[in-house]
């Protein structure tokens, strides 16, 4: 965070690259963008555990992860919403190639005061 504290006053765009999964991981990252003026946009990167799970064997050293911890963080992934505040929402996947393929996540309906993507 102190990071990005720093980086959006000197007028620096910031990525973060974490699975962030839930609501309540993206809400600080979302709320210092908005203290920013920044622009504030997600990417939900579409994937299978057995996809992962492959990937994550090809890993070393601490950058592999108990296959646990894939499974766990499916368990508590929420999709992301505009409701969030994000500005622009995309889903991207890996495609041929290993390009990936992006696209505009669609836009909200809200019925009865819920998003239904």
């Known amino acids: 965070m102190q ?15 974490n699975t962030n999964p839930e609501v309540l991981d993206r809400k600080p990252l979302i709320d210092i963008g908005r203290t920013y003026n920044a622009q504030i946009i997600g990417y ?3 994937s299978t555990v057995s996809d992962c799970l492959a990937r994550n064997q090809k890993r070393s ?17 929420v999709l992301p919403s505009y409701a969030e505040g994000f500005e622009r929402l995309f889903s991207a996947r890996i495609a041929e190639n290993f390009t990936f ?3 505009t996540w669609p836009a909200e309906k809200v019925i009865h005061g819920q998003s239904d993507i």
């Not at 504290?5 to 007028?11: F, M, Q, S």
């Not at 050293?61 to 992934?77: E, R």
């Open 44 to 46: 939900y990167f579409e």
């Open 101 to 103: 393929e992006v696209k």
């Open 61 to 77: 050293g601490k950058s592999q992860v108990p296959d646990i911890a894939i499974y766990a963080t499916l368990k508590k992934m």
């Open 3 to 17: 990071l990005i504290e720093n980086a959006l006053p000197a007028g620096h765009s910031v990525a973060v690259d």
